[in-house]
């Protein structure tokens, strides 16, 4: 097991004598990041000779011998699992990296990905300063100058074409606290054209799920799994994607001898641990999740009791699952009837027995309705609501289960509720202004309530003539925080699009694909870099997959000019002539809104799901 990257080398080289005086003192952050300078140009040099011994790649920032080590906890970065992460600082440089003994989630384990998030702080990818493209070629700006030509070009455009001219387009990297002011900046601005990445991976999770049992989450914790005496994974490789989740589904299958079936087109490294692999045709997952409860009703192995007490409308599930039986489904996925059979036995029979999907289920053109028929199949059969039994859904990123939830979604405010009247009201309340305040910064009450343009869509609201959207005037302008281009099937239509936006922002860690597609659109003008801290640089809270909420400890400083996602949303408020109201029962230090009071608001309002009563203590 990795337990933190050390320099040590097995031998001495030359390189040793040469590089030895750099590497051996204790330093402190600003000679770190001076002789990290020093370090690469003098690799550079010592490119061209042949040394003769191949050497160790060396921890960019190894840790100091006798320099004291303060400890730190934050949630890994690279997948929805919420993994916690224990940092070593030395001298306010982050020099090694521990998984958490005392987390119930990966008990002492990384995964790769979960040892390499040191790497996203101390990348040399990573943007330094604030740029802006000028005649084609990126300069170099100050803060103050690039926030007050971004906001004088963003209010010079919605004074002629309306709030709803400008895109919001958020990232489920913000914690949940950078996620609220996010949508909160939305609203004061006037438009509901805010959204974020799950608009592209688990939209369909959520609107499927939370239309047959409420809420779009998954139903057990990671650790639950493990009481499951069938596991049926359907349209997802955890091995790969969700390493440390895989460790909890084994132990149900080795400790609790749960039988492991895994449906998947491509036999995966997840498949290698299954117990029966079942192959189908990619997009035929309805088909074979019809077909399974087609046996399940023809032998008598639905949970009646269940259905009777807890479901309503099965008969007529049972009527379009007649037109399933085995010899169409096996035409239709190429999934043999004996087979489907056996695994639908199990299901039923062989309980508590939980589903679990991640993409495969969800990015497809019918991915609610694939979704819908997951639920369904649990429902039928009594697996939800019991240790063990239910809909568990692997999600993507690490935050995305919370950005979903506090709504950075177009059809949502925060936790869930909508955009009546009545949800407007409660949550002006919770802000301490009118009613009448937000609705007079919106084109119309119409437009008020209207769901705003998914990010899947944005392009169309450029390139479509006027006649043919809602709002008063096209797309213009786009304010990008913490999310990289849409899906790669969309690059054209997104290129075409950038191409006529009046301004685009990208605000981000590291450049991303929206700055080379900005140049490969042909922007010379108008288009602004913003360097954004990573989750490890800044503090606040997130929800693992699995509902968990954790928060997040400032491991280090930023290295240069980056400002987290709370200091950007304070000084565009600011900028807007918002900050006095936005921030009134929110501390700022200097012009860092404190996300523990950012979290305590929040909390104020959200009565509707599972963070009622949560707080910083």
């Given at each position: 097991m990795l337990t933190k990257r050390k320099s040590g080398q097995a031998s001495r080289t030359r390189l040793h004598t040469l590089m030895g005086t750099v590497a051996s003192a204790p330093i402190d952050r600003?000679?770190?990041?001076?002789?990290?300078?020093?370090?690469?140009?003098?690799?550079?040099?010592?490119?061209?000779?042949?040394?003769?011994?191949?050497?160790?790649?060396?921890?960019?920032?190894?840790?100091?011998p006798g320099v004291p080590i303060e400890l730190k906890k934050s949630v890994c970065t690279h997948c929805a699992v919420g993994c916690t992460v224990t940092a070593e600082v030395q001298n306010g440089v982050w020099t090694g990296q521990e998984p958490s003994w005392d987390s119930p989630i990966n008990r002492g384990s990384h995964c790769a990905k979960g040892a390499s998030v040191r790497e996203l702080v101390h990348s040399d990818r990573r943007l330094k300063y604030p740029m802006k493209l000028v005649g084609?070629?990126?300069?170099?700006?100050?803060?103050d100058e690039a926030i007050n030509g971004i906001g004088d070009k963003m209010m010079e455009i919605r004074q002629a074409s309306g709030p709803d001219s400008v895109y919001w387009m958020g990232s489920a990297k913000f914690s949940n606290e950078g996620t609220y002011l996010f949508r909160k900046l939305a609203a004061f601005w006037g438009t509901n054209n805010q959204d974020h990445q799950a608009r592209i991976c688990h939209s369909t999770t959520v609107s499927g799920v939370a239309n047959t049992w409420g809420y779009g989450a998954m139903t057990n914790s990671f650790n639950d799994i493990r009481n499951s005496k069938t596991m049926v994974i359907m349209g997802g490789n955890p091995a790969e994607a969700h390493p440390i989740s895989l460790q909890h589904l084994l132990e149900g299958k080795e400790l609790n001898h749960a039988n492991f079936v895994v449906i998947d087109p491509r036999f995966t490294r997840t498949a290698a641990h299954a117990t029966e692999y079942v192959r189908l045709r990619p997009g035929t997952d309805i088909a074979v999740l019809w077909g399974m409860l087609w046996h399940?009703?023809?032998?008598?192995?639905?949970?009646?009791?269940?259905?009777?007490?807890?479901?309503?409308?099965?008969?007529?599930?049972?009527?379009?699952?007649?037109?399933?039986?085995?010899d169409e489904v096996e035409r239709i996925s190429g999934v043999p009837g004996e087979q489907l059979k056996r695994v639908a036995e199990l299901f039923a029979t062989q309980k508590p027995a939980t589903l679990i999907w991640c993409m495969g289920q969800t990015q497809h053109t019918v991915g609610t309705?694939?979704?819908?028929?997951?639920?369904?199949?649990?429902?039928?059969?009594?697996?939800?609501?019991?240790?063990?039994?239910?809909?568990?859904?692997f999600r993507g990123h690490d935050n995305v289960q919370g950005a979903t939830d506090i709504g950075l979604d177009v059809v949502t405010l925060p936790f869930y509720y909508g955009l009546t009247e009545g949800a407007w009201n409660h949550w002006a309340r919770v802000w301490e202004v009118s009613y009448e305040d937000l609705l007079s910064r919106f084109?119309?009450?119409?437009?008020?309530?209207?769901?705003?343009?998914?990010?899947?869509?944005?392009?169309?609201?450029?390139?479509?003539?006027?006649?043919?959207?809602?709002?008063?005037?096209?797309?213009?302008a786009m304010f990008v925080q913490g999310h990289a281009s849409n899906s790669i099937?969309?690059?054209?239509?997104?290129?075409?699009?950038?191409?006529?936006?009046?301004?685009?922002?990208?605000?981000?860690?590291?450049?991303?694909?929206?700055?080379?597609?900005?140049?490969?659109?042909?922007?010379?003008?108008?288009?602004?870099?913003?360097?954004?801290?990573?989750?490890?640089?800044?503090?606040?809270?997130?929800?693992?997959?699995?509902?968990?909420?954790?928060?997040?400890?400032?491991i280090v400083a930023p290295s240069f000019e980056q400002k987290d996602d709370y200091q950007v949303v304070y000084r565009?408020?600011?900028?807007?002539?918002?900050?006095?109201?936005?921030?009134?029962?929110?501390?700022?230090?200097?012009?860092?809104?404190?996300?523990?009071?950012?979290?305590?608001?929040?909390?104020?309002?959200?009565?509707?799901?599972g963070y009622c009563g949560q707080s910083p203590e």
């Open positions: 600003r000679t770190f990041l001076r002789r990290s300078g020093l370090a690469a140009g003098g690799m550079a040099a010592l490119g061209s000779f042949q040394l003769g011994t191949v050497q160790k790649a060396a921890a960019i920032s190894p840790p100091q084609g070629r990126w300069e170099r700006i100050s803060w399940i009703f023809q032998n008598g192995w639905e949970d009646k009791e269940f259905i009777a007490q807890r479901v309503y409308g099965m008969d007529e599930v049972r009527k379009e699952v007649k037109k399933y039986p085995p309705a694939n979704v819908r028929a997951s639920c369904i199949l649990c429902l039928a059969t009594g697996n939800i609501g019991k240790p063990g039994a239910g809909a568990n859904i084109e119309s009450k119409d437009i008020m309530e209207t769901p705003g343009i998914p990010l899947t869509r944005w392009f169309d609201a450029t390139l479509l003539p006027k006649d043919e959207i809602e709002q008063r005037d096209n797309l213009r099937t969309r690059i054209p239509e997104s290129v075409k699009g950038l191409a006529k936006l009046d301004l685009l922002v990208v605000a981000d860690p590291h450049p991303t694909t929206w700055a080379a597609l900005a140049v490969q659109a042909g922007r010379t003008e108008n288009t602004y870099l913003l360097p954004v801290c990573t989750q490890f640089e800044t503090s606040g809270s997130r929800v693992a997959s699995n509902r968990s909420i954790q928060w997040g400890e400032q565009m408020a600011q900028k807007f002539g918002y900050a006095e109201q936005m921030f009134k029962n929110i501390a700022v230090e200097g012009d860092r809104p404190v996300p523990e009071d950012i979290l305590r608001e929040m909390n104020r309002g959200g009565w509707s799901t």
